[in-house]
C-alpha cells in the first residue's frame, strides 16, 4: 500500500502527466488501500520519503516493529492508518470531481488519432522534403526563373536548350548586285549560348533550400555570340553568288564620244560580279558574330574592282588628249560644198589602246581620205548626162572632175589636227573640176554640150541654154573622128596658129579641151553642120562660124565643162 501511494505522491508531483492520469490513480490506489486495510496482513513501511514534500513538505519517521509490544504495534499501525487515508482524503479533495469513463475513452480515442495524423503528416512533410531536395539537387529548384520563364525542375540540358532556343529563327540576308540571298542560323553558322550564366545559376542553387526560390527574383542571362567558319565558309562555298562560273568579270571604263559636246567622255564599264571570296567570307562571320540580320555586299569593297577608273590618271591625259584633236576645226571645200571634218571623224582616226594611250595615226588620216575621196571626187567616175533634148548620155569622166591629191593632202589633214587648228580650205587636188554644186555633180548648169552627129553646140550657163551653132568636127573619111567624153577648157586663147604636120591655120579664138582639139573659129568655111564632117571634117577640132565663136570665147573660161556625144551613145 506504502508503494502505491508513493506512487500517486510522484504521479502528482510531476507537472508532465496529465490531471486526468493522476485522479485515475489515486482511484486506483484508494480502492486497493481499502482492500489491504480489510486484510490487516502487511506492515505500514515508512513514508517519509515517499510523502515528501509533494504532500505537505514534512519528513515521517520510520516506524520500526517491536516484538512483544502488540498494543502499541497497534496503536502506531492505527495512528499510520490514520494519518494515510488522511493523506489520501487531503488528495483526493484535490482531484477534479470524476469524469464519465465512456467520454474520457472517446476523448482519449480521439487523442490518439490526432497524434497519428500528426504523426503521418510530418513524415509527409519529411518526404516531400527529401523528394523536392533530391529534385532540386539533379534539376533547377521550384520557383527558377530565367529571362522572364519559369524552369522549376527543368533539367540543365533542358534549360539549356530552351534558353538558346531564343536565336533559332536568326537569319542573315546579304545583298549582293545581282541579286539577295538568305542564310539561316545553321547555314551561317551562327553559335548562340547563355550556357555560361546557366551554369553559374545552377550552381549557386541550395537543394536543401529549394523552398526558398519559389519567391526568388527573376535571373537574367547574358548571350555569348560566335560563329563556326567552317560552317559559313561552306555555306558560302555552294552560294550562286560566289560560283566563279557564274560571276563575271568587271569591265574597264570605255571613252565614247558624245555627238552633242563634240567631246569624249568616260563611261564606265560593268562593274561585273566577281566578288572577293574571303572578302565576303569576313563581312559575313563579323555579321554574325554581331548578330547583324543584314549585310550589304552590294556597295562594299568585296568586288574586285577593274584596274582603272574614271578618275586614273592615266585616262584624264588620255580624254584631255583625245579632246584637243577633236577641237581641230577641218573645213574642205569642194567648188561651192563644204565638206566638214567632224569631231567624229577625228575620234575615229585616233588609235586607243587597252592601256588608254592614244596615238594619232597617219595611216588613219590617209584611211580617211581615201574614203572621202571615193566619197566625193568625180574624176574618172561614171556619170550620165542629161542632154538638152531629154535623152542621156553615159560617160566615164577621165579627164574632167575633182579628184583630191591623197599624198599630199594626209601630211596636211594630220598637222591641222595634230595642232587643233581650225581651217577652212581647198584640199590638195591632182584634177579639179569647173563647178561643184552637190556630191557627184560637177557639171552643175554650166557646160557646152556638142551633138557630134547633128554637128550642133550648145552653151548652157547658170542653167540655161544661151548660146547654139553649127560646127564641123573631125573627118570621118580621113580617120580624124572627134571622141565623145567628157572635158574641160584648158584655156582661152586670141589670135593663135594652129599647126600640124601639113597644115598652119591662123585664128581668133582658140579653146582647146583635149589633147590638140578644141573650139576655134574656121574662116575658111563658107558652111557648116550637116554632113560635112564625114568628108570634108576637120582634123579632129570643133570648127566654129567666127561670130560664134567669139561669143562663146567670152562667155565661158578655163575649165568650163564640155560634154561630146554621138547618137549611138545616148539612151532614153
Known amino acids: 500500500m506504502d508503494d502505491k501511494v508513493k506512487s500517486i505522491i510522484e504521479e502528482e508531483s510531476s507537472v508532465d502527466k496529465p490531471e486526468e492520469k493522476v485522479e485515475e490513480k489515486v482511484e486506483e490506489t484508494k480502492q486497493a488501500t481499502l482492500q489491504e486495510d480489510s486484510e490487516g496482513d502487511k506492515p ?90 533530391y529534385l532540386s539537387y539533379k534539376y533547377f529548384a521550384p520557383g527558377t526563373r530565367i529571362n522572364g520563364k519559369d524552369y522549376s525542375l527543368k533539367s540543365y540540358d533542358e534549360v539549356v536548350e530552351d534558353v538558346n532556343s531564343k536565336y533559332d529563327g536568326y537569319v542573315l540576308r546579304i545583298r549582293y548586285r545581282n541579286g539577295n540571298e538568305v542564310l539561316t542560323k545553321d547555314e551561317a553558322g551562327l553559335i548562340a549560348t547563355a550556357e555560361k550564366d546557366i551554369k553559374k545559376i545552377k550552381k549557386k542553387q541550395n537543394p536543401f533550400l529549394w523552398f526558398t526560390y519559389l519567391w526568388s527574383d527573376d535571373n537574367t542571362v547574358e548571350f555569348e555570340f560566335d560563329c563556326d567558319k567552317d560552317v559559313l565558309m561552306s555555306s558560302l562555298e555552294k552560294s550562286d553568288f560566289l560560283d566563279p562560273d557564274k560571276m563575271v568579270n568587271p569591265e574597264e571604263p570605255s571613252l565614247a564620244f558624245n555627238d552633242r559636246t563634240g567631246h569624249v567622255e568616260v563611261v564606265d564599264g560593268n562593274p561585273g560580279t566577281l566578288l572577293d571570296k574571303f572578302s565576303v567570307f569576313f563581312l559575313c562571320y563579323n555579321a554574325v558574330k554581331e548578330m547583324n540580320s543584314y549585310l550589304d555586299i552590294k556597295n562594299s569593297d568585296c568586288y574586285i574592282k577593274p584596274k582603272f577608273s574614271e578618275e586614273s590618271p592615266r585616262i584624264v591625259n588620255t580624254v584631255r588628249r583625245i579632246n584637243h584633236y577633236l577641237d581641230a576645226k577641218v573645213t574642205y571645200l569642194y567648188g561651192s560644198v563644204k565638206i566638214n571634218i567632224s569631231a567624229e571623224n577625228i575620234y575615229n582616226i585616233l588609235e586607243i589602246s587597252d592601256d588608254y594611250s592614244v596615238y594619232l595615226s597617219k595611216q588613219k588620216v590617209r584611211s580617211f581620205l581615201e574614203k572621202l575621196s571615193k566619197d566625193y571626187d568625180t574624176f574618172g567616175k561614171t556619170r ?151 568628108n570634108n571634117g576637120s582634123h579632129g577640132c570643133v570648127n566654129m562660124p567666127l561670130g560664134n565663136a567669139e561669143t562663146m570665147f567670152y562667155l565661158i573660161d578655163p575649165g568650163f565643162p564640155v560634154i561630146m556625144y554621138w547618137e549611138e551613145d545616148l539612151t532614153r
Open 384 to 534: 550620165i548626162f542629161k542632154t538638152h533634148n531629154g535623152k542621156f548620155f553615159k560617160a566615164v569622166s577621165e579627164e574632167y572632175g575633182y579628184q583630191i591629191d591623197v599624198d599630199k593632202e594626209t601630211d596636211l589633214l594630220y598637222m591641222s589636227i595634230a595642232n587643233g587648228e581650225t581651217v577652212e580650205r581647198e584640199p590638195e587636188f591632182i584634177h579639179k573640176g569647173y563647178s561643184y554644186d552637190k556630191p557627184q555633180d560637177d557639171l552643175g548648169g554650166n557646160f557646152v554640150e556638142v551633138d557630134l552627129t547633128n554637128q550642133m553646140v550648145y552653151l548652157h550657163v547658170d542653167g540655161d541654154m544661151v548660146f547654139e551653132s553649127d560646127c564641123v568636127t573631125g573627118c570621118i573619111r580621113e580617120g580624124h573622128k572627134t571622141p565623145s567624153g567628157i572635158f574641160d577648157v584648158d584655156g582661152l586663147y586670141h589670135k593663135v596658129v594652129l599647126k600640124g604636120p601639113d597644115y598652119e591655120s591662123p585664128v581668133s579664138y582658140w579653146m582647146p579641151f583635149t589633147s590638140d582639139i578644141g573650139f576655134h573659129d574656121a574662116t575658111w568655111r563658107g558652111t557648116f553642120g550637116g554632113d560635112i564632117y564625114i
Open 44 to 133: 505500514v513501511d515508512s513514508v517519509e520519503e515517499k510523502a515528501g514534500d509533494s504532500v505537505e513538505d514534512k519528513s515521517v519517521d520510520s516506524v520500526e516493529e517491536k516484538p512483544g509490544n502488540s498494543v502499541e504495534d497497534k496503536t502506531a499501525e492505527e495512528k499510520s492508518k490514520e494519518k494515510s487515508e488522511e493523506k489520501t482524503e487531503d488528495k483526493i479533495e484535490e482531484v477534479k470531481p470524476f469524469v464519465d469513463k465512456a467520454a474520457f475513452e472517446k476523448v482519449k480515442k480521439k487523442k490518439h488519432i490526432v497524434r497519428w495524423i500528426l504523426v503521418a503528416v510530418a513524415d509527409l512533410i519529411l518526404i516531400f522534403y527529401c523528394i523536392m531536395t
